[in-house]
């Protein structure tokens, strides 16, 4: 496959580093609040890039924090704590948001048909890790304390902007610039790592440390949850665009740092999905989440394929109208796909052709545009329907549309048909069994009586020298 690369700003041929197998890591949520549609935009895209590798053959052990501490409103440690605004807005304990949204988001992400990954952990499950990640940092001199918190010494680290480009002049592209300044700092891209002095009062979650009770800056936990699962060398690692600086920028400082040497080779980045207004964002409250599209009246695969139909590194607009456009679309394909008569054998010959095209199509830096042209392809041709339900099978490892399923439905309802059918075959032979036997005992009164009791049921008899034959009116 080839892949667009953050760190290199090319599109590289993907090589991880010990094939089959691919060591990924994604940034999970926030769990203060209902994920945005924008939000599940990067992790649908994340989804398709983590089946499109299984797709080729790679054995992809998948990783994915879920933030329950330490995220503050600005990226770059300043504003109000995340997690508390949302016990707050809600009279709830950190604890019970953290769950109550975590639980949400992978409801959204099941009606997304978006995988879970392999391993998901709670950045508060590995508070152990942190602190002895930050000790190493403090031991090789990466980190200081200041203001009775830790801070990592951006200055340290020999290329701290390779991620973005940036320069430290135009340093805060990116992070917010209503936030005030912290004073502790040496340099401005510094960033904490443990927080003593929690200027939150009613800060709720804290932990002992070896610096005084407190609690773990963001950045943090990515670098130690993928270390703990997947060890120092990861192979590819994914977000939304936002996350390249600081989050992702900082990421990698710390891990080099704590190391001794590169971290991860393969950078995914979602662009963003944006509303007349611009980004969508949580903290702007109002959010659309999937349960309004679904009380719009959309399937969740409606707005999937909407995503599917753009390519990831484009930002996209949303708009109902769009997406009534795709509702029609989707609902058309579902109409073609469940219309499809598969008898016989498919021809593997073909099968494996398509899937060729399909492999090259979205291989190509994720073009699942192009993949889902290919499917339309597909149904256009000439070939049997036996065929396209295979390779339409193969497809959806990779599209996760519903077509599968589809596929299936329409299967088991023309069996249902089929049943229903003999159930009914039997039902009216005995009928006539019945008449017969009226007939023969010249009790004409009764065999009209089944005849008429038949007619109000839709079936005709018909009466010939070889027997009694029956038809559906
Ligand atoms: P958060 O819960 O804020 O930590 O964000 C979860 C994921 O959604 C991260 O990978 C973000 O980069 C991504 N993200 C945030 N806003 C958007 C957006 N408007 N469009 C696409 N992805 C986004
Ligand atoms: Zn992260």
């Known amino acids: 496959m080839r892949i667009y690369n953050t760190l290199t700003k090319t599109v590289e041929e993907f090589v991880p580093n010990n094939p089959p197998q691919v060591k990924m890591y994604t940034c999970g949520p926030t769990v203060y609040h209902y994920a ?14 983590e089946k499109y590798l299984r797709y080729a053959g790679y054995d992809v052990t998948r990783v994915m924090n879920i933030t329950d501490v330490g995220h503050l409103s600005s990226d770059g440690d300043t504003g109000e704590d995340k997690m508390l605004k949302g016990a707050e807005r809600e009279h709830k304990t950190v604890m019970e948001i953290a769950e109550f949204y975590t ?18 952990q709670p950045a508060t499950g590995c508070i152990d890790e942190f602190i002895q990640m930050i000790g ?44 005030d300044e912290d004073t502790n700092k040496r340099n401005r891209a510094d960033f904490v790592l443990w927080f003593t002095k929690s200027k939150f009062e ?14 773990p800056g963001w950045h943090i936990e990515c670098s130690c949850i993928a270390c ?89 607009e949303f708009s109902y109208d769009v997406m009534d456009n795709m509702k029609t679309v989707y609902e058309s394909l579902m109409k073609r796909v469940k219309a499809l008569k598969p008898e ?20 190509e830096d994720l073009n699942t545009s192009l993949g889902i042209t290919i499917l339309y392809e597909l149904l256009k041709d000439s070939v049997s329907d036996a065929t396209k339900a295979e ?41 006539i069994q019945e008449r017969l036997q009226a007939k023969a005992a010249k009790d004409y009164a009764k065999a009209d009586a089944i005849r008429n009791e038949l007619a109000a049921q839709g079936i005709r008899l018909k009466d010939s020298k070889e027997g009694t034959t029956w038809e559906k009116a």
């Open 202 to 215: 009613n800060q709720q979650l804290k932990w002992d440390s070896p610096w005084g009770v407190g609690y």
């Open 391 to 431: 390779s339409i099978r193969d497809f959806d490892k990779v599209l996760s549309l519903g077509l599968t399923e589809a596929l299936d439905e329409a299967a088991a309802g023309s069996g249902d048909e089929a049943g229903v059918d003999a159930d009914l075959a039997a039902y009216v032979e005995a009928k």
């Open 228 to 316: 703990k699962y997947l060890g120092e060398y990861l192979d590819i690692h994914c977000g939304g665009v936002d996350n390249i600086f600081p989050h992702h920028t900082n990421e990698i400082a710390q891990s080099e740092a704590a190391f001794g040497h590169k971290w991860c080779n393969y950078w995914f980045h979602v662009q963003h999905l944006n509303e007349r207004g611009g980004k969508m964002s949580k903290s702007k409250g109002n959010i659309l989440t999937v349960s309004v599209l679904e009380d719009e009246g959309y399937d969740p695969m409606v707005y999937r394929l909407f995503c599917l139909q753009s390519h990831y590194r484009k930002p996209l």
């Open 36 to 49: 945005h549609i924008g939000n599940l935009r990067s992790y649908i895209m994340e989804d398709v890039l």
């Open 344 to 363: 016989g054998e498919p021809d593997m010959a073909k099968v494996q052709e398509y899937r060729q095209k399909f492999t090259d199509a979205v291989g």
């Open 136 to 179: 190493t940092l403090l031991e090789k001199d990466y980190a200081y304390k200041a203001g009775e918190n830790i801070y990592f010494d951006t200055s340290k680290v020999r290329d701290y902007y390779c991620l973005t480009g940036h320069s430290a002049d135009n340093l805060m592209v990116g992070v917010r610039d209503d936030v």
């Open 103 to 120: 639980k949400a988001f992978f409801d959204d992400c099941a009606k997304l048909r978006i995988k879970r990954p392999d391993i998901v």
